[in-house]
């Protein structure tokens, strides 16, 4: 069935594979880009990706190419599945080849993805034309044998999705909600932001099961990484994380009810609904530490929650303790390397003005001067 719409998806990792392939496979015409061309080069020469798990199938890819220019030519949707980390660089990768009206999924943002991504491109293009959404997580489970294969375990029920400005959020899910309907609408991007579980499955798991990790020792990275001393302390990440959501006025979910509405997954614990779990069913633990739980996760998620609850009093210290570790451990600066409130503009905002920046897409005035253009 051919669809009208053009997709173009950024990086050819697990997600990224699992994304093209199925949005080729059921028709639509997609572009794939990858920053490194050696990965990519066995696609190039046949862009084809084999499906298999809950999606069976093969998708045929129109393009892959690690030229921006040539990607995201008309391309309606440009769907990011690159580690966060990546965001500000890609986009000002973008600007010069951005088309007036194009729209730039996160998948996922992360926390602040959308902030950054936006800023980014109307400090770039000096105008604000670009409508950039994020998803609150990636709807895939999957992972890839090969740059020609992806599995894929489970695919969520429902992912949140808002756009900057929150009045483009329903146009951007009229027009995705073909190939995915499984995207509803968040009020705006501070909620999908906060609503980051991520920031909870990921980094402390990983770091609290280093040792294993480490030395590749093979085990299911939810179903037996998450133990129940592990689950505590994610509970802990999870209060607060809800803390500031509420301090923000977003309607933060816990991380239990989020695994029943995703998956279907119940439990009076976040333990017992993990292993509740099947879509964890499978899923393998990383081959060693650098991995983006950590690299990403930890500065783009943990970094930016600490950040702004900081502006306003709010202490996290088990978000606190598990940065401090993980910087420790790597030898990094996560919080100079990661996403701030101040670079994600929020730094001298008051609560009521970051969701007037969220749903409007107007930057303060303070910084207004910086540009020569805002439509």
């Known amino acids: 069935m051919k669809r009208e719409l053009n997709y173009c998806v950024i990086g050819a990792g697990n997600g990224g594979l699992a994304m093209a392939g199925y949005l080729s496979m059921i028709g639509y015409k997609v572009n794939l880009y990858n920053r490194s061309l050696d990965k990519i080069l066995p696609l190039i020469k046949e862009p084809i990706i084999y499906l298999t798990g809950e999606k069976n199938g093969i998708g045929v890819l129109s393009k892959v190419t690690n030229s921006m220019e040539e990607a995201i030519e008309n391309a309606d949707v440009i769907m990011v599945t690159t580690p966060a980390l990546a965001h500000h660089s890609l986009a000002k990768e973008m600007a010069p080849y951005l088309k007036d009206g194009q729209i730039i999924v996160l998948n996922p943002g992360r926390t602040g993805g959308a902030l950054e991504v936006y800023e980014t491109l109307l400090r770039e293009r000096k105008r604000n ?42 146009y951007v899910l009229k027009l995705i909600n073909e190939a995915y309907p499984q995207f509803i609408a968040a009020k ?37 990484g998450i133990t129940p001393s592990v689950a505590n302390y994610l509970e802990k990440i999870d209060k607060e994380r809800m803390e500031l959501g509420r301090l923000l006025q977003v309607d933060a979910k816990s991380s239990v009810q989020w695994l029943y509405e995703s998956y279907g997954a119940e439990g009076d614990n976040l333990y017992e609904a993990v292993q509740n779990n099947p879509g964890y069913t499978g899923l393998q633990a990383p081959q060693g530490l650098y991995t983006r739980y950590i690299y990403e996760d930890v500065p783009c998620s943990l970094v930016p929650m600490e950040s702004i609850a900081d502006l306003f009093g709010l202490k996290t210290p088990a978000i606190t303790s598990m ?49 020569t253009e805002v439509v």
């Open 129 to 170: 034309n670009i409508i950039v959404a994020e998803a609150q997580t990636f709807i895939y489970a999957a992972r890839s044998s090969s740059i020609n294969n992806a599995h894929i375990f489970k695919t969520k029920k429902e992912v949140s999705l808002a756009a900057i400005p929150a009045t483009k959020t329903d």
């Open 323 to 371: 940065i401090n570790i993980a910087q420790i451990m790597t030898n990094r600066d996560f919080r100079s390397e990661g996403r701030s409130a101040e670079k994600l503009g929020l730094d001298g905002l008051s609560i009521t003005e970051m969701h007037l920046l969220a749903r409007q897409g107007r930057i303060s005035k303070r910084r207004l001067d910086e540009f």
């Open 188 to 224: 705006d991007v501070l909620e999908t932001s906060i609503n980051n579980y991520g920031a909870i499955f990921h980094p402390a798991p990983t770091i609290l099961n280093s040792g294993h990790i480490e030395r590749c020792s093979p085990f299911e990275y939810y179903r037996e």
